[in-house]
């Protein structure tokens, strides 16, 4: 049974951080490419960050330079360490892991960033 779990997420003021897990497990982590994600209500699944299984990233450019994804391949977990966060911010956060057709997803964290 593949399960993604995510954790972290929590209320932060603007400028503030926070650091995002997801453990996996019922996978061979190492060879899934990990992506976020995050979606606020009524509005599309929006793509975060992915860390490929050869240890290439890359980030949306509306968290270009305030967010780090990672990966310990050991602890079959991937983080977003997210930085300088601003209300825009504010949505859930969903962990993927992806190889060939094989797709799956987390339940979702919930960050919200407000004074």
């Known amino acids: 049974q593949v399960q993604l779990v995510e954790s972290g997420g929590g209320l932060v003021q603007p400028g503030g951080s926070l650091r995002l897990s997801c453990a996996a497990s019922?996978?061979?982590?190492?060879?899934?490419?990990m992506r976020w994600y995050r979606q606020v209500p009524g509005n599309q699944r929006e793509w975060v960050a992915i860390?490929?299984?050869?240890?290439?990233?890359n980030y949306a450019d509306s968290v270009k330079g305030r967010f780090t994804i990672s990966r310990d391949n050991a602890k079959n977990t991937v983080y977003l360490q997210m930085n300088s966060l601003t209300p825009e911010d504010t949505a859930v956060y969903y962990c993927?892991?992806?190889?060939?057709?094989?797709?799956?997803w987390g339940q979702g964290t919930q960050v919200t960033v407000s004074s």
């Open positions: 993927n892991a992806n190889y060939n057709d094989y797709d799956y």
């Open positions: 019922g996978i061979i982590f190492s060879i899934y490419a």
């Open positions: 860390f490929t299984s050869r240890g290439r990233t």
